[in-house]
């Protein structure tokens, strides 16, 4: 399925997404956490712990302000 939200997702967005692709304006913690599959574009800031265990999928990320490196896993 597709996906398209308006404004910022609470924590742990698209954990375990296996396939969807989704389009977000920001996320809280743990996003993308054992994500396994699908497409998430994030158009603003992340919270710490981006992307733990991911182990396939695609998350692109737009670092407005260059916060992201360190909150990425």
Avoid: Q, W
């Amino acid at each position: 399925g597709t996906a398209f939200f308006r404004g910022i997702a609470a924590e742990r967005f698209c954990v375990r997404n296996s396939g969807v692709t989704a389009v977000v304006e920001g996320v809280g913690d743990h996003g993308c956490e054992y994500m396994t599959g699908g497409l998430v574009v994030i158009l603003g800031l992340t919270g710490r712990n981006f992307a733990a265990g991911m182990s396939g999928g695609i998350a692109y990320v737009y670092d407005i302000d260059g916060s992201f490196k360190p909150k990425v896993n």
